[in-house]
């Protein structure tokens, strides 16, 4: 069995329209999640870590994100794999 664990951080892809149409980054990582069909042996962990949209992520939340992981990869039980979930307006910032 691989582990993977998501971390979704806002952004259009976990978002959605509010009542006058403006766009909100509200959506979760478990409402991404149960979208995907996983292949067999794959087991993921969903978590949220933000809820921004993606022009205002911020160095501070990259330096977060990054003490996330690196707490996952030293960790008891290391996931296989970490996939962060977060919007393209930063996406090549946060690379």
Avoid: K
Avoid at 25 to 49: F, K, N, Q, S, Y
Wanted: with cysteine.
């Amino acid at each position: 069995m691989r582990r993977v664990t998501l971390i979704v951080c806002g952004g259009t892809i976990a978002g959605h329209a509010d009542v006058v149409g403006r766009f909100r980054p509200t959506g979760h990582a478990a409402e991404l999640l149960a979208g995907v069909r996983l292949p067999a042996g794959i087991e993921v962990t969903a978590t949220d870590a933000l809820t921004v949209p993606s022009r205002a992520m911020s160095l501070a939340n990259v330096l977060q994100l990054v003490e996330r992981v690196e707490a996952l990869a030293a960790g008891a039980q290391p996931p296989d794999g970490v996939v962060i979930s977060q919007s393209t307006d930063t996406l090549e910032e946060t690379a």
